[in-house]
């Protein structure tokens, strides 16, 4: 398996426009994560979702992010409108158990 | 509230220089603690699980260790190449999400 893969690697955007970030998943694991991570806050989970069901949202910052996963094998998570300070670095994980298998990430710059 | 301190934020080591990095958490009930390193602009990588007290698990020059309150992920004779930051998890009981510390960033120089 090539592990998790997340598109694109860099995004950098306009302040108000929308920005989606895209997960595939591992094959077979049933939970997907959704987090970010800045140097001052660390690794914040925003979501996850369990056999395509989100389950918890409570970490998403505001109205103006979400996240859907229509089938097993894909995920996106939406800002819109995206401010500066949504610039961070996204990361999509996904788990069959307890062990978390992270993508590689996206670094979100807007400007 | 779930919580997870790792010390140092950062640890500067010449290369054969032993230490270790330590991860104190504070849970309702433990399901796991987990152990990762993230090297610069990629994904956290899964190193180790521990589930109960006492419990030990090694990799190459490195062996992570769990008491009821902190764990420790001792290095023993680093190479420059176990420069990265290592992050530490906790899986809290009845929960299906991990709890992650800010992470020590460890530069080992030859």
């Known amino acids: 398996d090539a592990g998790v893969i997340q598109s694109p690697r860099h995004e950098v955007t306009e302040m108000g426009q929308e920005v989606t970030l895209r997960c595939k998943p591992i094959?077979?694991?049933?939970?997907l994560f959704w987090y970010r991570q800045t140097m001052m806050r660390g690794l914040e989970l925003l979501i996850y979702?369990?056999?395509?069901?989100?389950?918890?949202d409570s970490g998403m910052p505001e109205d103006r992010f979400s996240a859907k996963m229509p089938n097993a094998s894909f995920s996106t998570l939406k800002i819109q409108p995206s401010e500066p300070r949504d610039s961070a670095v996204y990361f999509c994980?996904?788990?069959?158990?307890?062990?978390?298998?992270f993508g590689q990430g996206t670094r979100l710059t807007v400007v | 509230e779930d919580q997870v301190t790792q010390s140092p934020e950062a640890l500067r080591l010449q290369e054969g220089e032993s230490s270790s990095l330590n991860c104190s958490y504070t849970v309702s009930g433990l399901r796991g603690l987990f152990w990762y390193r993230q090297d610069p602009g990629k994904g956290p990588e899964f190193l180790f699980t521990?589930?109960?007290a006492g419990e030990e698990k090694e990799k190459e020059r490195l062996k992570a260790t769990l008491t009821k309150k902190e764990s420790f992920l001792h290095i023993t004779a680093p190479k420059p190449e176990d420069s990265a930051t290592y992050l530490c998890?906790?899986?809290?009981?009845?929960?299906?999400?991990?709890?992650f510390g800010k992470g020590t960033m460890l530069l080992v120089s030859p």
């Open positions: 521990l589930y109960s």
């Open positions: 994980a996904s788990s069959q158990q307890e062990s978390a298998f």
């Open positions: 979702f369990n056999n395509n069901v989100p389950i918890d």
């Open positions: 998890a906790v899986h809290p009981s009845g929960y299906s999400t991990l709890t």
């Open positions: 094959s077979g694991h049933d939970y």
